[in-house]
């Protein structure tokens, strides 16, 4: 199968700056290997906690990190020089947690707009502006709103137009970093079918990222579950939610129940992540799983499992 | 069992330069001691403001506050100054916020600042607890910081708060909630900037604390699903008033109201025929509020009437609410009421 993007053992490393007050140059090892790839007209959803690197996996896909080490390939093309890497935006474009932090406030959303087709080398004024009547159209705004503001919107309509900007210039593949997580229940409902009805229209890709697992379910064909920079748990969705193998997973599907009246809270993994600026030497998972074992401690097991499901974990 | 906190008609109203918003229209609330409530809506439907205009928490230059009746542990509020409320907050109701930073004061060792909260309730319960003063501080301390299930507590009491990661400092607010030996905690949205497995460890602690001590607890979230967790009675809220009340089995199995209707349909799980329905529209801007009911704009089954008059609370049926009343009083073992009321012209019978 062909597919859109291809990761070979991804990692990245930042380093903090020492000084008086921070002390010596520590590294945060934020992704540890990542091995991932994607089909056209799929949806891969990342999910995991905060602090775990699936935003930081999406900032690398975008080309706004350089990995550490690791192979990412778009097509057939190998992405390993900056120039390449700026080349990305043609393949992969972004929408972002907050969509008033992400718009400038001084651009009507004409302008917001405008900009990719003039990148694009679109130069007859009424073809862009057909394009973008037509963008506007498709996320469910009114034409008549493009000489507007972003602070005249609400939050929802805000989040459309970071929509718009992210279709306009035809990527291939829209990396949505948490892109309901702002937003009330009822908007987020709003946001996610109109991300539904995009891919149906355009067959486009999404790499859907965020920490709210049952949204993730409801959106994607594949997850990865990413705990501490590493992937534990992938596959595809009926797979992974029906047979969770890793204890993270199980964990974690447990906790996003379908909603009842007095349900149990049930066994909660104990502890909290490790601190990143150490990388394990076993399992991720080891100082908080209920089955850990002595191997578990000594050495990190590989994402092994066949095309359907994946998992890291010694006892699978 | 009597209640401990009674709200009727509370209207909170704030002058804006833009003019006066009406952030909380007609709410009316109670409480019982060892009884979660939950209160549950989108940002900006007024929950944090009835909370919060509960413990008298607004000034009094820039907002009105207006109830019919105000009754919290026994005093009348009505009438209350800001030393009388100073002697409420902070032991008897207590409260846990969303954020743990801000809540706690950075350049004070957690310890300090547990300390500071055991010492005033003891200077304030002196007349009923003499000679328990300086004594055994330290030692409660370590108590609580090891009830709320901090580890280490003899070295952590000694750490400031940005030494602490975010589901611990959230359990030193609420150690220090639970210093006063509070009779009510007021927790606003306490798990919504924690990890979901974090989340569910502090849902797990406040629901043991709540249940051990007795207390009454009110819980504000935006999340249905730690509502459910966690509460007896629920009280939906939209546009600053509440739309549907009643125990958490019956507002969750069969919702009354068209907003928390679509509410529930709108949850990814609960898409069982693969496709999730939204409500349309977008709340209401405070400052025009539309006539009327303030969902009838986003409503499908809205009505001519819900456009002219606003409906007022009344039960979702009889024969409904007698059968919930027994069920209620054969689980908790007490003869409390608990209807199931909604305010939705649907349910009247005159409309009908």
Redesign the interface.
């Known amino acids: 199968m062909d597919y859109i993007w291809q990761t070979e053992g991804i990692t990245k490393e930042f380093n903090t700056p020492g000084g008086i007050f921070s002390g010596k140059e520590k590294t945060v090892y934020a992704l540890n290997g990542i091995s991932l790839q994607q089909a056209p007209g799929e949806t891969l959803g990342i999910v995991g906690e905060s602090g775990c690197g699936k935003s930081t996996f999406g900032r690398v896909l975008m080309g706004l990190y350089a990995p550490t080490s690791g192979t990412l390939r778009v097509g057939n093309q190998l992405i390993d020089t900056e120039t390449a890497r700026k080349t990305l935006h043609h393949t992969f474009q972004m929408v972002f947690q907050d969509p008033y932090a992400s718009l400038n406030p001084r651009m009507t959303v004409r302008q917001t707009l405008e900009e990719p087709l003039r990148r694009m080398g679109v130069k007859e004024a009424t073809v862009r502006s057909e394009r973008i009547r037509g963008i506007l159209e498709q996320v469910g705004l009114r034409p008549s709103y493009s000489e507007r503001y972003p602070h005249e919107f609400s939050g929802g309509q805000r989040q459309r137009v970071g929509i718009a900007r992210a279709l306009i210039s035809n990527p291939s593949c829209i990396i949505c970093d948490e892109p309901i997580s702002a937003l009330d229940v009822s908007i987020q409902v709003q946001i996610i079918t109109l991300l539904e009805r995009l891919q149906t229209d355009t067959n486009i890709s999404y790499v859907f990222i965020s920490h709210d697992l049952s949204m993730v379910r409801y959106l994607s064909h594949r997850i990865a579950v990413m705990y501490l920079g590493y992937v534990v748990e992938e596959g595809t969705t009926d797979e992974l939610y029906n047979h969770p193998l890793h204890p993270y997973t199980q964990a974690l599907i447990r906790l996003h129940q379908p909603i009842a009246p007095r349900m149990p809270i049930g066994p909660v993994p104990q502890g909290e992540v490790p601190s990143p600026l150490q990388k394990p030497k076993g399992c991720p998972f080891a100082s908080r799983c209920p089955e850990k074992e002595e191997r578990c401690m000594e050495a990190w097991p590989q994402l092994t499992g066949n095309d359907v499901h994946r998992v890291a974990c010694w006892k699978r | 069992m009597s209640d401990i906190v009674r709200v009727k008609g509370l209207h909170v109203t704030f002058s804006t330069f833009n003019g006066p918003v009406q952030a909380v229209r007609d709410v009316s609330l109670r409480l019982a001691a060892g009884e979660i409530l939950g209160i549950v809506g ?2 900006g439907c007024g929950k944090s403001v009835t909370v919060q205009a509960m413990m008298g928490l607004w000034p009094t230059a820039i907002t009105t506050v207006e109830a019919a009746e105000h009754t919290v542990l026994g005093h009348d509020c009505r009438s209350f100054t800001e030393s009388d409320w100073r002697t409420l907050r902070g032991t008897d109701i207590a409260m846990v916020f969303q954020d743990p930073m801000t809540a706690l004061n950075p350049i004070v060792t957690i310890g300090k600042q547990l300390e500071e909260v055991i010492r005033l309730r003891q200077k304030r319960r002196r007349s009923d607890q003499k000679g328990a003063m300086t004594e055994g501080i330290a030692e409660e301390v370590i108590h609580l910081l090891r009830q709320v299930g901090i580890p280490e507590p003899e070295r952590r009491r000694n750490q400031y708060p940005h030494e602490l ?1 975010g ?2 400092r959230q359990r030193v607010v609420i150690a220090m909630a639970l210093a006063g030996k509070p009779k009510i905690i007021l927790a606003d949205e306490p798990t919504t900037a924690l ?7 502090i ?2 602690l406040l ?1 043991k604390l709540v249940r051990e001590e007795g207390m009454g607890m009110i819980i504000i979230s ?1 999340n ?2 730690v509502i ?2 966690l509460c007896d009675r629920v009280a939906v809220m939209y546009a600053g008033t509440i739309i549907e009340e009643g ?3 019956t ?3 069969s919702p009354a109201h068209p907003y928390l209707q ?3 349909s ?6 069982t025929d693969g496709r ?5 529209g ?2 209401p801007d405070s400052y025009h509020m539309p006539t009327g009911c303030a969902f009838h704009p986003r409503c499908h089954k809205a009505m001519r009437i819900c456009a002219r008059i606003t409906p007022t609370n009344s039960n979702v049926s009889d024969e409904y609410s007698k059968r919930e009343r027994v069920q209620h009083v054969r689980e908790h073992q007490q003869t409390r009421e608990c209807p199931h009321q909604v305010s939705c012209w649907l349910y009247r019978p005159e409309v009908k």
């Open positions: 989108e940002s990661s589901g611990m990890d979901v497995t974090t989340e569910a460890q849902l797990l629901q935006h249905l699903r459910a967790r125990s958490i089995e507002v969750l199995t679509g509410l529930l709108s949850l990814p799980e609960s898409a999730l329905t939204a409500i349309e977008q709340p």
